[in-house]
């Protein structure tokens, strides 16, 4: 994968301000709204952002293990403990503080040199360059964003630099997701089009194990067509495939039965 700095110091850039925007406007009762992340509200979700920065910036963890059944693995408990340290406080609190730390990293971030931001060490995704991590980080940040504009009924950002990376973050992803997740067989041609805002047609082509890929061999084995924002609600399992379908909201093509277990099973988020 290609790392430009210029490039997802940018997003960073472009989605730490919505966020600063978005929750500048928030009510008491909007910030304790519970978000499409079990066992967060809308605050804990920025909680969340602070508390990554901080832990990237080099500050101790919080000392605590608040747990709960939304705590599924190592990496959601060290995360619970920073959102967690935060909860006593408010809403605009909690933004200053987010306001506070994002400035801190970006100065940090323009300040690394070329060589700093290629370096490879370790990332939620394994050993990486640095510069990958931040990608994801633009995308954790778009998400969580998504997690609290949904259920307080105020869409936005599903467009434009931030959105265009995350899909890319995703897209990376696709071979993971359609052969591992998604169960397709030896021998496939997966075509998932992604109808806009952020317009994409992602391939995978499984040959022994699946890639994605520029072209596929032959026709597509099987189809889904979708809006990019419902591409990135289902690959981070922020919902089920199955009422999407129903809904009409994916459209599946080819090989149905396959086309409906792929959509089922796109989520790879931890």
């Given amino acids: 994968m290609n790392i430009n700095k210029e490039h997802i110091l940018a997003g960073l850039t472009e989605v730490w301000s919505a966020w600063g925007s978005f929750g500048a406007n928030l009510t008491t009762a909007q910030w304790a709204t519970p ?11 920025l909680a969340h952002l602070v508390g990554t920065e901080r832990m990237l910036s080099g500050h101790p963890a919080p000392e605590g293990d608040p747990g709960g059944d939304h705590v599924l693995n190592p990496l959601a408990a060290g995360n619970e403990k ?10 605009p609190e909690v933004l200053a503080a987010f306001q506070e ?4 990293r970006l100065a940090t971030l323009n300040a690394m040199s070329d060589e700093e931001f290629v370096a490879v060490g370790w990332t939620p995704i394994g050993e990486s360059p640095y510069g ?3 990608q994801i980080r633009v995308y954790d940040a778009w998400l969580h964003l998504q997690d609290c504009r949904e259920p307080l009924g105020l869409p936005g950002d599903e467009s434009g630099l931030v959105a265009e990376i995350s899909v890319d973050e995703v897209g990376s992803a696709m071979g993971f997701i359609i052969g591992k997740k998604g169960g397709a067989p030896d021998g496939s041609r997966i075509e998932v089009t992604l109808t806009g805002p952020i317009e994409r047609t992602l391939r ?3 040959d022994g194990r699946a890639k994605a890929v520029e072209v596929l061999s032959g026709p597509p084995t099987a189809t889904l067509a979708m809006t990019s924002t419902d591409f990135l609600a289902l690959t981070g399992g922020r919902h089920a495939g199955a009422p999407f379908i129903a809904e009409g909201r994916v459209t599946l093509g080819g090989d149905e039965i396959l086309a409906r277990q792929l959509a089922e099973r796109l989520a790879f988020t931890m």
Avoid: H, K, Y
Avoid at 35 to 45: A, E, F, K, Y
Avoid at 101 to 104: E, V
């Fill in 35 to 45: 978000s499409r992340c079990p066992g967060w509200t809308v605050q804990d979700n």
């Fill in 82 to 91: 920073w959102v967690d340290s935060l909860r006593a406080i408010s809403g």
């Fill in 101 to 104: 730390i994002s400035a801190s």
């Fill in 132 to 134: 990958r991590f931040m």
């Fill in 204 to 206: 995978v082509e499984v």
